[in-house]
């Protein structure tokens, strides 16, 4: 039997929609901006660590140093390996103490791990590279943090009109983050190469590498503190949610009065309400109970894969476009640059893919996934990523002599991912879990995320290689290739149009009508209700 819901969270629901909404938007999205500027930017860079800190051992080679595949896949990969483990931490810390109190935590984390990992020294190539993977783990525990906690509060601040919009909007910034890594990497790349005569590494392997080159990547990587300092004061700012406060820290009142300030309207504290909805017996299993495993078991399993397959697919891309951009003749050969032209190219090339697909796809998003619901962008989204990672990848030796056309193919598998499960993959738990566990649900969707994108950061470095092997670089044996690693991640997007089917479509509905806070459903009671009522909450594709 349906409860009346409490007055300030009905209020939530239908408000219009108002300056604290994009002023919230702001807020969130800047630390996604942060967030993806700091994970991507790394790839800008990789190439350039290997000529400073692994030069060839005789001056003859006829190629510039490159980093062993042991330290590319740990300086590559250790962000990711903090990021999940922060999403599993700050996903349970935010449903204990608050989504605000540990909010800031995180930004700072991202400012002090930012600025030490361009500080990072040491006397021998081993050392450096130990220091700045130990503070890029610690600078993706502070990343971790912000998926979960930036998606429930945006969630629980949101109407349910524009909800899906919103949240969206808030991941929508990791694209302009992603383009600013790569218009920072233009930037610092040329004025460091300006007014310097410019040698490639084939002319004169020494003068190649001047030494200011040192300095290029550090600025980079150092740049990610600058968004994150600049949004810290009005994150402290930020009032509590009040679906946190009222339904988990059962303060009405305060709930109340904080959405007052934002609102504009005057709420009864409702505490009689209050204690008859948090004290519902269906309302308080826990994460580990049988109620939430018939509730939303097959919920948090089917958000839980579909983020790991997406995640493989897309840092798999994100992180060996270089080797595809080398296959296909797009960059140079390396001994034909020198290191800070090098990194110029790469920029660029992460430039041009980020405006003409990530960016794009993301904003798509943004306009529809109110309009045409989360399920279907999520299910086209995996299907037009199978489309044209089998395009690609089949005929991978034609497009070799056809770059151009191949280019467009790429950006459109990023625009597809963005305007599909990347956006989708973060707004969905936002929306289906319990307030007590939705950040907690979040972050283990968002772990399992990450799970996929270290399978992809490391499995498809190595498997992106050629399938000859190359005596000049330590550490690479023989891969399957670009062309079959394309192949095998087109069928990783088709199993994630599989496990769509497993997760529902929110659109339209208050978060306590998702989670199934405002019915009084026991398992036992689901057990006698009607079938059309026992479906309720085991629904998962649209009907």
């Not at 929609?17 to 919230?24: G, S």
């Not at 990547?217 to 009040?242: D, N």
């Not at 529809?368 to 086209?380: A, E, M, P, S, T």
């Not at 950040?439 to 290689?465: D, N, P, Q």
Request: charged share 15%; net charge neutral.
């Amino acid at each position: 039997m349906a409860k009346s819901q409490l007055e300030v969270l009905s209020a939530l629901d239908n408000a219009k929609t108002q300056l604290y909404h994009f002023t919230a938007i702001v807020i969130a999205g800047m630390g996604f901006f942060t967030d993806a500027y700091d994970l991507f930017c790394i790839s800008v860079v990789t190439k350039l660590l290997g000529r400073i800190y692994y030069p060839p051992n005789a001056a003859h080679v006829a190629k510039p140093g490159i980093l062993p595949a042991s330290v590319s896949s740990a300086v590559t990969g250790v962000a990711l390996v903090g990021t999940l483990c922060g999403q599993l931490f700050f996903g349970w810390l935010g449903d204990k103490l608050g989504r605000k109190k540990v909010y800031g935590l995180t930004l700072l984390l991202m400012i002090f791990c930012s600025l030490a990992s361009g500080l990072s020294f040491g006397h021998h190539a081993r050392g450096t590279m130990a220091t700045l993977c130990f503070f890029r783990f610690w600078l993706g525990f502070g990343i971790g943090g912000d998926y979960p906690l930036s998606a429930t509060i945006m969630s629980e601040y949101a109407n349910k009109k524009t909800r899906g919009s919103f949240i969206a909007a808030v991941f929508a910034m990791q694209g302009f983050g992603i383009l600013t890594g790569g218009i920072v990497g233009l930037v610092v790349s040329a004025a460091f190469e300006h007014g310097i005569t410019v040698y490639p590494y084939n002319k004169n392997a020494e003068l190649s590498l001047p030494p200011r080159a040192d300095y290029v990547w550090r600025i980079i990587l150092m740049f990610g503190a600058v968004p994150a300092a600049m949004t810290y004061y009005w994150r402290m700012k930020m009032p509590e949610t009040a679906r946190y406060t009222a339904l988990i820290a059962k303060n009405a009142k305060k709930a109340a009065e904080d959405m007052a300030q934002v609102l504009n309207v005057e709420f009864d504290p409702e505490e009689a309400k209050l204690e008859k909805f948090v004290e519902e017996p269906s309302n308080q299993y826990g994460l580990f109970s049988k109620e939430f495993l018939h509730r939303h078991g097959l919920h948090l399993l089917g958000t839980a894969t579909c983020w790991f397959l997406l995640d493989i697919a897309f840092y798999s891309q994100n992180l060996f476009q270089k080797n595809i951009f080398t296959a296909i003749g797009w960059l140079p050969p390396a001994a034909n640059m020198s290191g800070i032209q090098e990194v110029y190219k790469v920029s660029r090339a992460q430039t041009l893919i980020a405006l003409c697909g990530t960016v794009p796809g993301y904003w798509f998003t943004v306009l529809f996934i109110d309009k045409i619901g989360r399920w279907v962008i999520q299910l086209q989204g995996f299907f037009f990523m199978t489309v044209f990672m089998f395009a690609l990848g089949i005929p991978f030796n034609h497009w070799v002599k056809h770059n151009v056309p191949f280019i467009i193919m790429y950006s459109l598998t990023f625009f597809f991912a963005n305007f599909g499960p990347n956006a989708t993959t973060f707004v969905l738990p936002a929306e289906i879990f319990p307030a007590r566990l939705r950040s907690t649900c979040h972050g283990i969707s968002a772990a399992a995320g990450k799970a996929g994108a270290i399978v992809g950061a490391f499995g498809f470095l190595y498997a992106s290689e050629s399938d000859h092997v190359k005596l000049d670089d330590p550490g690479y044996n023989k891969g399957i290739g670009v062309k079959y690693s394309l192949i095998v991640l087109g069928f990783v997007s088709l199993f994630g149009m599989m496990f769509t089917f497993l997760v529902p479509e929110p659109n339209g509905k208050s978060l306590e009508e998702l989670s199934g806070e405002n019915e009084d459903d026991s398992i036992d009671a689901v057990e006698e209700s009607p079938p059309d009522k026992q479906g309720a909450f085991f629904r998962t594709a649209p009907v």
